[in-house]
């Protein structure tokens, strides 16, 4: 249509010579890669000679399950989708070559929609299968449909690439796709296909090789057990729980690992290979190591930040257990660089217009990668302490080529042109063009929604710190008793159990965080924590400012900190109760009177200071000179804090980092829990779930942390969430 002509018109044709003796020879090859590098097009004359080969290729086929043999000390890699997006493909290709007898290639479907060059990549594939016809073989994905690609975006993109015969070379595309297999067996031992397994019983490999697969995938409601099996190779995912049901996409089912078990054993093979599925690393490995799901187009559709992934299956031979085969895999995780691409031209857009999308999926790497990246700029500092770094003057900064350093290394994006991009991402010190490492990471963080910035953090975490200011003494008693040699040490583990006895439930995770912000270098609490030490340090800090301006009006005393440790005798645990209770006429603020009756009244310190030093006080609480005190004056005074490091925020951040960084799996995760499919989960299940991601995020959250996550989302009470929440 017009509007697809127009998003492609500036796009550069360029021809190549057709073969005149029916063999495509590596130079065919070559001069379509390195155009397609540079962001043209083929001429539709080579388009249409390129998918007719194809199609002449293809006829000979008649099974729908290809049977591929890897030669012993050859390998083969598998590629799952990739959706137009050429830069994975090159990635793939950079680093393992081209198709030959000693590298075989199998891609697992979804060549084509949401990404841009899904027509390029296409054929190039068909271009790789013309010149080495045994050494590169293609699985139909779901997106080789021809209702898929007028629903998404490769319909749109061939008629806009090519306006004149669009709709020619369309149609070619479906007549190829219509004859690509559904599935593939290596070696006589792995099961490839693109979606997964199935609702019918008993699937044998003769069964699916004399499936009907020249046509359409079958639509609606199926009965044909034929079509079923079919549509499920296409569209099926897995899931934890044993069995199998209808599949919350519209189409195929999700299936148990006891699915899984029952259709290697009973064709006699030893694992399954699928895609369908975004991965945050490209990959993942599930029902009991028997199916591996495999992704390659990274950071995919331009929004996410998930890795891409490949297989490498190599035949080392001299097995006498496998016919000869000894096939060892090797995974392979890349993130192909939008940046670097757009500067070749792939994509087809200015680098401009490129810029925005680019420069926000690498804020998001970097949020997901900060608990790796501090911990690299520390060792930095530490080796300037250690005096075996004199890059800079002092601690917390480094340099911009170490900041580029720093970020190849933990974001896994060596192709990056980070110092090209500092000005996106970092504020450079103008005295000595260093970098300040805690303010970099500090500028890039993931925003808690209002409910759980409101909610769950105070419900939870700040919580923490003040039980354990409120019941400091009983705490200092409990760490005595614990202490039988009395030489002022206890035990990681009876630390936990200490403040456990209070109340605040923190898992090994947490208390070691607590201990590294409030102790420090972990090396100084290994032969066990010295609690007199921690004691001391932990403690009310607020107000030190304010304390400072009292001490210069010539007020003595502690008056802030006498006045905070009164209001957590009162009722600390609650700051808005204690606001209320201080105003008396209930106008939603403490006007000076209201607050220096009450310290008088009710926290009868009315013989510590006279009313004009407490209307001294309370004027300094006033922060916006209004005349009064706002809940929010009140509380940003007297909100405990140890050492002025809110290490409860820190706890916090790393739990919703972790979370980022499995948001994929969440919501595949949620899907699974989900057992009758409507939506909702209840409160036991969302916990098993989380326990199950805990396990992917190192323990970072308890139990009761858990439960009290899931009532913050259960808005109304009713004992379920939903996905959305």
Known sequence: DSSSSKKYKSFISFDVPIPTNGEVPQSFVDTLLAHFKKGEILTSKVTKYILREMLALCAKNESAVTDISIPVNSTLVVVGDTHGQLPDFFTIINANGLPSESTLYLFNGDFVDRGTHGLELSLILFALKLYKPNSIFFNRGNHECASMNEKYSFKSEVIGKHPTSGQKIYDLFQEVFCQIPLAAVVSDKIFVTHGGLFSQPDVTLKELAGINFKRQPPKGELTEREDIIFKELLWSDPQGLPGFKQSNRGAGTVFGPDITTKFLHDNKLDLIIRSHEVQPNGFSVVHNNKLITLFSASNYCGKQTNLGAWITIKNEGNSSNNNGSNLVQTFHKFSADPVYSATLGIGGYKHDEMKKDTIERLRAKIVSCKSTLRKYFKALDLEYTNNTRTTVPKKGLVTILEWQQALQTCTHLPLVPWCTLRNYLVEIRPQDNLIDWTEFLGR??????????????????????????????????????????????????????????????????????????????????????????????????????????????????????????????????????????????????????????????????????????????????????????SLSDFKKEFSVEALDVQWEKGMVSVIVEEFMRNKYGMVKAFEMWDENGDGEISREEFRKGLEMLDEMMFHQMSVEQMDQLFDVFDKDKSGRIDKDE
């Open 444 to 629: 890039h963080q993931v925003f808690l929604s209002k409910i759980l910035e409101e909610s769950w953090e105070d419900l939870w975490m700040h919580s923490v710190t003040e039980l354990m200011f409120k019941q400091k003494d009983s705490l200092a008693d409990i760490f005595s008793e614990m202490d039988q040699d009395k030489n002022g040490v206890v035990e990681i583990g009876e630390f936990q159990a200490a403040i456990g006895k209070l109340g605040v439930e923190l898992n090994k995770t947490q208390v070691e965080q607590l201990l590294n912000k409030i102790i420090g270098d972990p090396k100084r609490y290994e032969g066990g924590v010295r609690y007199k030490t921690f004691m001391q340090k932990f403690q009310m800090t607020w107000g030190k400012l304010l304390q400072e301006e009292l001490e210069k009006k010539g007020i003595v005393g502690n008056g802030i900190l006498e006045i905070g440790e009164a209001i957590y005798s009162l009722r600390g645990d609650n700051l808005k109760e204690v606001f209320a209770e201080f105003d008396l006429n209930h106008d939603g603020i403490l006007s000076f009177e209201e607050f220096v009756t009450a310290v008088e009244k009710k926290l009868n310190l009315g013989n510590e200071y006279t009313r004009e030093e407490l209307m001294e006080i309370a004027k300094i609480l006033d922060h916006t000179n209004c005349g009064s005190i």
